[in-house]
């Protein structure tokens, strides 16, 4: 296929499959009446297309139709033209109420906004310059699974064959279930795949990420929007909070990094819990159904995605929920009975209930049928999930963000507008992803605390936006001769906080930046991988090694034999993981492959093939005549077990 | 200049930034495009088959191979040039081999490479 043929299908799969189906919904949903500002509306398009592709695919696997390019073509014209069908018929005149003319930028805001974004995707694509060659391991690990769906044309079946020990002797299990991975990781890049026809082992799953990455960064700027729409700074607080999320701290964990590194489940949380807690503002604001279900719907969307991303906002929602009780307990019956009056409404309750019958009949998802829930919760069980120091977070969050997040959050618990929605859900935010990250005994939480922090940037953003421009703004107001300040002192100050800032965050972006990518040793994984899948057939066993060998996620794409095919033998501080025993096989057949277990493992498994590097891992093999070398480049050797 | 003015720089500048990247990456999967490796291999794994394969991936195009059977000098040696992104197979006769490790050694003068079947057993 031609590049610019390549091009074109990619972009028009983009379109048809992360932008349509939700544009239609909205469609069907509002008309075209003035609800959402364009960026609004392209925003909530991109992340409701993703949760109805979703949803759709699942629907259609589950009864049985394949899912192939007429399939998927199929789904999203039928979904698009029900939808108009219901907008032509809800919406006969049409009544255009109003423009959004409170939300709309002065030109001098549009060009900053503008800016932001352009530095923001240049540093990310300077950075992607030399990862976008896939060589991560989640995201070779999550690309199996998105391969197997187009390839198969069936639902993905989460498991993995094992090595067992019986007795002394190993073998390879049947496949078991994994509770590692969610439906909703995967379906939008089989769907992409299926209509653009561009290869999985390519730029297309980074590029899918990085979009998903910018989207989600925007539908926080549109959030900030709405939370400050009644502040008279709110536009510059969302234009801040834009620059703190976009090009400042653009590279670290939770964003570049997340993208080149394939975390798809965090990537897509970050996107679609600032969109959630959008619907559920604009609901309880404006008293809307429509508005909740949406909400709802963009929350089941979360937890058919990514079970760490569905914790999280739990708990935010919690927080949140607490926080506006705390602060309105004198009218909190008043509201309860105005919530009720939303939630009692027949759009919220068919949508409930449809949701309920798809949990439980249609499709649950993975980390809920094998009890992986249990294991989330009940204090921590390892060092790593006992909280972050404080410094560890601010390291994460980026200590500027985190300064002047901290600062908003402390504003925003004092001044009297604590009150509001607004207040409560960015409060409950901050809160619940701080408390979650830094005291996780406190909520019984048994997750690696790390991974709870990568949320922190987003609310923190905000927060801080709001610290910064309330605070010079209050400048402006106070009586300087009154209380003996110079007004010049204080704006210095604040220029050099807003340097600070700059500074931090984009000296952030530059110890970031790579040398150069390691394609040119992944491009010699590849090779050996497509050897060995044109040389071997389902009889023969292949083990290969993850600590030496660039990009050995992706080599199971080769294969699509199993999960865990090839086998492969791990880091090694897994092995001495006092509190979940691992097989020892794998280790055995590479590091000691001529002792007793080594030989053992040999035959229990049937491993006749063996991918190394050889710096490292040749020369147990080349002393024991009980293997051939039959493959040699600079970074991989493979043996073949003759006897 | 209203929302639609964000929404087409962001659409414009995305597509720049993708087909950027694109390029790149196609680049960077070529096994040839500013590459330098090159690799030796069996052509047929498990048989006694000693045919091999010289793939080319690099700026050299000379090739020095050899035969070497057990530990002893090399028993047959050759020159051949592959150039960058083609591959040359070496057909070899395995009858006189037998009972013996074969190592089949090939250099580009600065690199070497090794595969070997060891019919010993």
């Known amino acids: 296929m031609s590049f610019i043929f390549q091009q074109i299908l990619f972009f028009i799969s983009i379109a048809l499959v992360l932008f349509v189906p939700g544009y239609f919904l909205i469609l069907a949903t509002w008309g075209k009446r003035k609800i959402f500002t364009d960026l609004e509306k392209f925003i909530i398009s991109f992340g409701l297309s993703i949760v109805i592709i979703d949803f759709l695919m699942i629907l259609a696997g589950k009864i049985g139709i394949s899912l192939n390019i007429v399939t998927i073509l199929l789904l999203i014209l039928i979904f698009a033209a029900t939808c108009f069908g219901i907008y032509k018929k809800r919406f006969k005149k049409e009544i255009v109420e109003g423009e959004e003319r409170e939300l709309a930028f002065s030109k001098n805001q549009i060009i900053l906004i503008i800016l932001i974004i352009l530095l923001t995707l240049f540093i990310k694509t300077i950075y992607l310059t030399n990862t976008i060659f896939p060589t991560s391991t989640d995201l070779g690990h999550h690309m199996y699974w998105s391969k197997q769906i187009s390839q198969t044309g069936e639902l993905p079946v989460y498991e993995k064959m094992e090595i067992t020990e019986n007795n002394g002797d190993y073998q390879i299990s049947e496949p078991q279930p994994i509770a590692d991975f969610i439906i909703g990781e995967h379906l939008i890049f089989s769907a992409i795949n299926l209509i653009s026809r561009i290869p999985f082992i390519s730029y297309f799953p980074s590029l899918v990420l990085l979009l998903i990455n910018i989207l989600g960064v925007l539908a926080t700027f549109i959030l900030t929007l709405r939370l400050f729409k009644n502040c008279e700074q709110g536009k510059n607080i969302s234009i801040f909070a834009l620059l703190l999320l976009g090009p400042l701290y653009t590279i670290s964990s939770s964003q570049a990094k997340f993208v080149s590194g394939g975390v798809v489940g965090n990537i897509l949380g970050n996107l679609l819990i600032p969109l959630s807690l959008y619907f559920y503002f604009r609901a309880l604001k404006e008293k809307s159904s429509a508005f909740l279900t949406l909400a709802l719907f963009i929350t089941a969307g979360i937890f058919y995605t990514h079970h760490l991303s569905a914790l999280v906002f739990v708990y935010v929602f919690a927080f949140a929920l607490l926080t506006f009780t705390i602060f309105n307990l004198k009218n909190i019956i008043k509201y309860t009975r105005n919530w009720l009056n939303i939630i009692w409404s027949k759009p919220v309750i068919i949508f409930l209930l449809f949701t309920f019958i798809f949990s439980l009949f249609v499709y649950t998802p993975s980390y809920i049928e094998t009890g992986a829930v249990e294991t989330a919760v009940g204090g921590p069980s390892k060092a790593t999930r006992a909280g972050l120091t404080f410094t560890q977070l601010k390291f994460t969050a980026g200590e500027a963000r985190m300064v002047l997040g901290i600062i908003g959050l402390f504003m925003l618990l004092a001044l009297r507008t604590r009150k509001t929605y607004a207040s409560a859900i960015l409060i409950g935010w901050v809160v619940a992803i701080l408390l979650m990250s830094l005291k996780p005994q406190w909520l019984y939480l048994d997750i690696p605390s790390n991974r709870i922090a990568n949320y922190i940037s987003y609310p923190l953003s905000i927060a801080g936006a709001f610290a910064f421009v309330w605070g010079i703004n209050q400048v402006k107001n106070i009586k300087f001769k009154k209380y003996y300040l110079n007004a010049r002192v204080l704006y210095v100050l604040f220029l050099i906080l807003a340097t600070f800032t700059a500074v931090s965050g984009l000296y952030d972006n530059s110890q970031s930046l790579k040398d150069r990518g390691e394609y040119q040793k992944a491009v010699q994984t590849f090779n050996a991988s497509d050897y060995l899948a044109n040389n071997t057939g389902n009889e023969d066993v292949i083990l290969k090694d993850h600590n030496y060998i660039i990009a050995d996620a992706w080599i199971k794409l080769f294969f699509m034999r199993d999960y865990s095919y090839p086998l492969s033998r791990g880091f090694f501080k897994r092995y001495e993981d006092p509190v979940k025993k691992r097989e020892m096989c794998t280790l055995w057949m590479i590091s000691t492959p001529n002792t007793v277990n080594g030989k053992k493992c040999f035959e229990g498994t049937g491993t006749n093939f063996i991918m190394v590097n050889p710096d490292f891992d040749g020369s147990q093999f080349e002393k024991s005549k009980e293997f051939w070398k039959i493959y040699s480049n600079e970074q991989i050797a493979v043996y073949y077990k003759n006897i | ?121």
């Not at chain 2, 720049?16 to 390029?23: A, I, K, P, T």
């Not at chain 2, 960077?28 to 291999?41: G, M, P, T």
């Not at chain 2, 070497?68 to 047959?76: A, D, E, F, Q, Y």
């Open chain 2, 1 to 121: 200049m209203n929302n639609k003015t964000i929404i087409y720089s962001l659409i414009i500048l995305l597509a720049v930034s993708f087909m950027f990247l694109s390029f790149i990456e196609q680049g960077q999967r070529d096994y040839d495009h500013n590459k330098n490796w090159w690799v030796l291999y069996f052509n047929d794994i498990e048989s006694d088959d000693l045919h091999f394969v010289i793939e080319n991936h690099s700026d050299k195009n000379k090739f020095h191979w050899s035969i070497i059977k057990g530990k002893n000098k090399p028993s047959l040696e050759g020159d051949i040039e592959v150039r960058k992104g083609e591959k040359r197979t070496i057909k070899l006769d395995v009858a006189e081999y037998e009972d013996k490790k074969i190592t089949i050694r090939v250099s580009d003068d600065e690199d070497k490479k090794e595969i070997y079947k060891d019919f010993n057993n």
